[in-house]
C-alpha cells in the first residue's frame, strides 16, 4: 500500500525544537553510557549531495552525535543517496543492504535513507516494502526536517517514509542549519537549489524541485567567515548557477555574486559550479577575467557534439552557440581550464551524432572531461524513446574516453616547464611517498611534501604529467 502522506512545512522553530528533544535524549543517553550515541554518514553522487551531507552531519553533531569512521560503530546511519543513472541508486541500495546485518546486531540502530533517491515515490515503496530495518527517508529539499522526521521516529518509535513537502519542493530556502565541513580549507556553498531545464535525460528537477536561489546577504556572510577561519577554496554550488537570483525581492544576477564575493580580502580561490551553456553569458565571463579570487576554471557541460541530438536532449543550444561561448572565454581567460560533460548512447544517437562530439572535442580541446553512458531514468521523456543497444554505448564510450586521454595529455604537456600554484591536500591516496593537491583548474598534482603544507598554497614545478596527473618538484612552500 502506497502511503500517501506527506511532510509538513517546517520552520525554524520547529527544527529547533525537535533538535531540542533529541539532544535531550541523547544527553540523557550520555550521561548513563559514558560516551555518546555515534552517527556515520554515507555519500553517493555530486558536490551538492556532498554539501548536503556535511549539513546533515552538522545537524546531527547538533543534536549530540559524534560522528563515527564505520557504520558498525553507529547507532545512526544517514546513506545520502543519488539518482543521477542506474548505477548510483543500486550502489546505494546494495550498501542499505549490508546495513541489514548491523541492525541485526543492534536493534536501536536507526537508520535514515536520504537525498534524491528517496524522493522518487518508486524508491520510497521499495525501501518501505523490501527494507523493513530503514527508520525513515528524507528527500534533498526537505533535508532541513531531518531533526523532526528523527525526533516523531524516535518518540512514536515508527518509520517515517513520506512524500516531500510541496513548499520545500518549491520555494523554501532553509538557513542556519549547522555544516560539519569534511575539510578545514575547502568548502562547499549552495547557492540556488532545483533545476528548471527539464533536459530530457535528467531527474534532478523532479528530485531537486523548483529552482530557489538563496539570498545574496546570507551568502556573502557564509563566504566571509570561511574564509576568515582560513579557507582556501570555495566552490559556489547550484544545478545551473548562470540562472542564480531569479525570484529574489533584491536583484541580482550570478555575475552580480561572483564581483560581490570577489572583493573579500584575503588569499583564496572561489571556484562555482555548474554553468549552462545556454545561459552562460559575456558579463559572466567578463567578471571572471578581471577576478582577483575567481579561478580561471569553467565547467561547462556539452552532452553532444550532435545539434540533432541536443535538441532532443532540450538543451536549448547549438554548437555554434556553445563554440561562440568558448571561443569568448578563451580570448578573455588566457590561463583557461575548460572541462565538461558528455553523454554517449542517448536515444536516438546515429553514428553520424556519435562522430560530431568526436569533433566537437578535437574543436574545443578539453582538459578534462567527465563521459557517462546513458542511463533511462524512470519519468523522463528520453527514458521511453527507442535506446542505443547497451554494446554500441559501451563502445563508443570507450574510444571516446581514448580520445579524450590523448586531448588531456596534450593540454597537460603545457603546462611541463611551468609553475603552477597548487593547494596541497595531504599524503597522495595512490602513493603515500608523495603528497598531493590540486591547482586553480582542479588538476591533481604530486610532489614531495611535508605535513606542514596541508590546506596551504605552494608553488609546483610540472616536471612530468599523464593525462590526468601532474608531477613535479615543490619550489616554495
Ligand atoms: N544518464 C547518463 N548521464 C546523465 N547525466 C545526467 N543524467 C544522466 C543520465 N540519465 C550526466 C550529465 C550531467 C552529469 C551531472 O550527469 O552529463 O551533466
Ligand atoms: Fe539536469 Fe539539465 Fe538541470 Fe543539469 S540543467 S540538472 S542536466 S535538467
Redesign the pocket.
Known amino acids: 500500500m502506497v502511503d500517501k502522506r506527506m511532510l509538513t512545512p517546517c520552520g525554524e522553530q520547529e527544527r529547533e525544537a525537535a533538535a531540542g528533544l533529541v539532544r535531550d535524549w541523547n544527553l540523557a543517553y550520555a550521561r548513563s553510557m559514558g560516551h555518546s550515541r555515534g552517527v556515520y554518514v554515507a555519500t553517493f553522487g555530486?558536490q551538492q549531495n556532498q554539501a548536503d551531507s556535511e549539513k546533515l552531519l552538522g545537524m546531527a553533531v547538533d543534536m549530540g552525535y559524534r560522528p563515527v569512521e564505520t557504520a558498525e560503530e553507529a547507532d545512526l546511519i544517514l546513506v545520502n543517496t543519488c539518482a543521477?543513472?542506474e548505477h548510483a541508486e543500486n550502489r546505494a541500495l546494495a550498501m542499505v543492504g549490508e546495513y541489514k546485518h548491523i541492525r541485526e546486531r543492534n536493534p536501536d540502530l536507526i537508520i535514515g535513507v536520504c537525498g534524491c533517491m528517496v524522493s522518487q515515490e518508486h524508491r520510497r515503496e521499495s525501501l518501505r516494502k523490501s527494507y523493513p530495518y530503514v527508520t525513515f527517508t528524507l528527500g534533498t529539499s526537505s533535508l532541513h526536517q531531518f531533526p523532526r522526521v528523527l525526533w516523531e521516529s524516535i518518540e512514536k518509535d515508527c518509520r517515517v517514509i513520506r512524500s516531500e513537502c510541496p513548499e520545500d519542493m518549491e520555494s523554501e530556502v532553509a538557513e542556519g542549519i549547522p555544516v560539519h565541513r569534511a575539510s578545514g580549507y575547502r568548502a562547499w556553498v549552495s547557492v540556488m537549489y532545483g533545476c528548471n531545464n527539464f533536459?530530457s535525460?535528467?531527474?534532478?528537477p523532479y528530485v531537486r524541485g523548483r529552482e530557489r536561489s538563496r539570498e545574496k546577504a546570507d551568502i556573502l556572510r557564509e563566504v566571509q567567515e570561511l574564509v576568515q577561519a582560513g579557507y582556501r577554496d570555495i566552490t559556489l554550488l547550484g544545478q545551473n548557477v548562470n540562472s542564480y537570483g531569479r525570484g529574489l525581492a533584491e536583484p541580482c544576477d550570478f555575475a552580480d555574486l561572483l564581483s560581490a564575493l570577489d572583493a573579500i580580502p584575503g588569499d583564496w580561490w572561489l571556484r562555482f559550479m555548474?554553468s549552462h551553456p545556454k545561459d552562460a553569458s559575456r558579463k559572466l565571463i567578463d567578471v571572471m577575467a578581471t577576478g582577483k579570487h575567481i579561478v580561471p576554471t569553467f565547467h561547462l557541460?556539452l552532452?553532444s557534439g550532435s545539434d540533432r541530438v541536443l535538441h532532443a536532449m532540450n538543451r536549448r543550444y547549438d554548437m555554434a552557440k556553445y563554440m561562440d561561448t568558448v571561443t569568448y572565454m578563451k580570448e578573455r581567460i588566457p590561463r583557461l581550464t575548460l572541462t565538461s560533460?558528455?553523454?554517449v548512447g542517448?536515444p536516438g544517437e546515429e553514428e553520424e551524432d556519435y562522430q560530431a562530439t568526436l569533433r566537437a572535442l578535437e574543436a574545443v580541446q578539453f582538459d578534462m572531461l567527465?563521459?557517462?553512458?546513458?542511463?533511462?531514468?524512470k519519468g523522463?521523456p528520453?527514458?521511453g524513446w527507442e535506446q542505443v543497444p547497451p554494446e554500441v554505448k559501451k563502445t563508443r564510450y570507450t574510444h571516446l574516453m581514448e580520445v579524450q586521454d590523448g586531448i588531456s595529455l596534450a593540454r597537460n604537456r603545457e603546462l611541463v616547464g611551468q609553475v603552477v600554484r597548487v593547494l596541497c591536500d595531504g599524503e597522495s591516496k595512490t602513493n603515500p611517498a608523495l603528497y598531493s593537491g590540486r591547482t586553480e583548474g582542479n588538476k591533481s598534482v604530486f610532489f614531495a611534501g611535508t605535513e606542514a603544507m596541508v590546506g596551504r598554497f605552494c608553488q609546483v614545478l610540472v616536471e612530468r604529467v599523464e593525462p590526468y596527473a601532474l608531477h613535479g618538484r615543490v619550489i616554495d612552500g
Open positions: 555530486c543521477i543513472r533536459c535525460y535528467c531527474i534532478v555548474t557541460p552532452q560533460d558528455i553523454i542517448f567527465f563521459a557517462f553512458i546513458y542511463s533511462p531514468r523522463t528520453a527514458a
